[in-house]
């Protein structure tokens, strides 16, 4: 399980730092994709095999899971963490995410997303003013 938050930078040659915590879990391999809200996810090598698994029950006929399916699986990358405890996001992925300088990691459950920190302290911001409605209208999710 992936929790917390953690603000490192992303260098000039595109590596950033994977917390410790976060590196335990991921191993020395894993998949970084885009992901939705304008941010990126790593996945452990068999949460992604579980992320491909569920891509692969969609629909092949509707075009929205087509899409979907296309903009996941597109843009992963498979990245090797260094001896400095750092991860290379590959370009094409840094321009997605619009990761400049500072960022945030931040675990999600099963996964962990990159964010531009601009990016994500206007999402947290928005997130925080409605959060008792966001709770509210996902009770049923809970039961």
């Given at each position: 399980?992936?929790?917390?938050?953690?603000?490192?930078?992303?260098?000039?040659?595109?590596?950033?730092?994977?917390p410790a915590?976060?590196?335990?879990?991921?191993?020395?391999t894993?998949?970084v994709?885009?992901w939705?809200?304008?941010?990126l996810?790593i996945?452990t090598?068999?949460q992604?095999?579980?992320v491909?698994?569920?891509?692969?029950?969609?629909?092949?006929?509707?075009?929205?899971?087509?899409?979907?399916t296309?903009?996941?699986?597109?843009?992963?990358?498979e990245?090797?963490?260094?001896?400095?405890?750092?991860?290379r996001?590959?370009?094409?992925?840094?321009?997605e995410?619009?990761?400049?300088?500072?960022?945030?990691?931040?675990?999600?459950?099963?996964?962990v997303?990159?964010?531009?920190?601009e990016?994500?302290?206007?999402?947290?911001?928005?997130?925080?003013?409605?959060?008792?409605?966001?709770?509210?209208?996902?009770?049923e999710?809970f039961?």
């Amino acid at each position: 399980m992936f929790i917390g938050e953690y603000q490192h930078n992303i260098d000039g040659k595109g590596r950033i730092i994977v917390p410790a915590k976060f590196r335990e879990e991921l191993g020395d391999t894993m998949i970084v994709t885009r992901w939705l809200d304008g941010c990126l996810a790593i996945y452990t090598l068999e949460q992604w095999q579980q992320v491909y698994e569920n891509l692969k029950r969609l629909p092949s006929t509707k075009r929205e899971a087509r899409m979907y399916t296309h903009m996941i699986m597109s843009k992963a990358a498979e990245c090797d963490i260094d001896n400095q405890g750092r991860i290379r996001i590959p370009s094409h992925l840094s321009q997605e995410a619009a990761l400049t300088k500072n960022c945030v990691l931040v675990g999600v459950s099963d996964h962990v997303e990159i964010w531009d920190k601009e990016r994500w302290d206007t999402y947290y911001a928005t997130a925080s003013e409605n959060f008792e409605e966001i709770a509210e209208s996902l009770t049923e999710f809970f039961e």
